[in-house]
C-alpha cells in the first residue's frame, strides 16, 4: 500500500477549533517533552465532519506517566463533551505493533491525516496487506451482526436507528475504500469508495439510499419508515462487502512496518 503524504492543515468549524487548539496547549503544557505528535485523522482532516461526526486525535508520547494524565483529564473531558473529541494516547514503540494490530484502521488514518503538531509519526511506515485483508474480513463480519442486533432493538425508534447509522456510515465508508485498494483500484475519499463500491455490487436504488444516508447524517429523519428501508440497503451493502472480501485473495505484497 502507498504511503500517504500529511493532508493540510483542514478548515474546521471556529468552535470545534478553538476547542481542539485549547486541548492541544494543554496535552503539550501536561506532557511536555513526552509529547511527541500530535495526529487529527480522519473525516476532519479533510474538514468534511458533520453535525455527527466525532473528532479524531492521536497523541503520540514517549512515556504514559500518571501524573501528566491526571494533568490533562479537566481539558480532555470539556473537549468531549464540546467537540466529541476521540483521543487515542500511542506510545512511540507501539506503533508498528497497532498498525498491524489495527491495520484498517491505520489504513484510514494514512490516507486522512494532518500533523498538528511534532513530526510525523507514520512517515516511512505501510500496512502489511495481509493483516488488512484479514482484519478487514473481521471487521466486516462483526459490523453485519451489530447491524443486525441494531435493527432488532431499535427499529421501533427511527430516531435511534438514525443515531446508529450515522455514528457507523463513516466506518463503513472507511471500509469500502480498504477494500477497493486491496483490489487495486483507487478512490479520492471514503465516500467516493462507498459509492463506488455499492455501484459495482449492484444494490438496488442506492442513488435514492446515498441521498437518504446525507440527510440522516444532517440529522434530517425524512418520511415514518425512511431510515429503516436505507438501513437495511446499508447492511445489504455491507454484507455483500464481507463476501467480496472473502474473495480477494490474501497474498502479501512484501510490505513491511
Not at 478553538?18 to 511527541?36: E, H, I, P, W
Not at 446525507?214 to 462487502?241: F, H, N, W
Not at 467480496?244 to 512484501?254: L, N
Request: charged share 20%.
Amino acid at each position: 500500500m502507498s504511503h500517504f503524504a500529511p493532508l493540510p492543515t483542514p478548515a474546521l468549524p471556529d468552535l470545534t477549533k478553538k476547542t481542539v487548539d485549547a486541548f492541544l496547549t494543554s496535552a503539550q503544557s501536561s506532557f511536555g517533552n513526552n509529547l511527541r505528535a500530535a495526529v487529527l485523522y480522519g473525516s476532519a482532516a479533510e474538514g468534511k465532519q458533520r453535525p455527527t461526526s466525532d473528532i479524531n486525535l492521536i497523541l503520540v508520547l514517549s512515556a504514559f506517566e500518571q501524573t501528566e494524565v491526571d494533568r490533562i483529564r479537566p481539558a480532555l473531558r470539556l473537549a468531549q463533551t464540546a467537540a466529541q473529541l476521540n483521543v487515542m494516547f500511542l506510545l512511540e514503540q507501539e506503533i508498528s505493533a497497532a498498525v498491524r494490530s489495527f491495520a484498517p484502521k491505520f489504513a484510514d488514518v494514512f490516507r486522512r491525516r494532518t500533523i498538528l503538531f511534532g513530526e510525523d509519526p507514520f512517515s516511512g511506515i505501510s500496512v502489511p496487506r495481509d493483516a488488512e485483508l484479514r482484519q478487514l474480513r473481521q471487521q466486516l463480519l462483526n459490523l453485519t451482526l451489530r447491524m443486525r442486533s441494531t435493527y432488532a432493538a431499535r427499529s421501533l425508534r427511527e430516531e435511534q436507528l438514525a443515531l446508529f447509522l450515522a455514528e457507523t456510515v463513516g466506518a463503513i465508508r472507511s471500509l469500502a475504500q480498504s477494500l477497493l485498494e486491496l483490489q487495486g483500484q483507487a478512490a479520492g475519499s471514503p465516500r467516493e469508495a462507498f459509492e463506488k463500491l455499492a455501484a459495482a455490487l449492484d444494490l438496488t436504488n442506492w442513488s435514492e439510499a446515498v441521498q437518504s444516508i446525507d440527510k440522516i447524517q444532517s440529522t434530517q429523519l425524512g418520511e415514518a419508515g425512511t431510515v429503516a428501508k436505507v438501513y437495511l440497503q446499508v447492511l445489504e451493502c455491507v454484507q455483500r462487502m464481507r463476501v467480496k472480501a472473502e474473495s480477494i485473495g490474501g497474498e502479501a505484497r512484501h510490505e513491511s512496518i
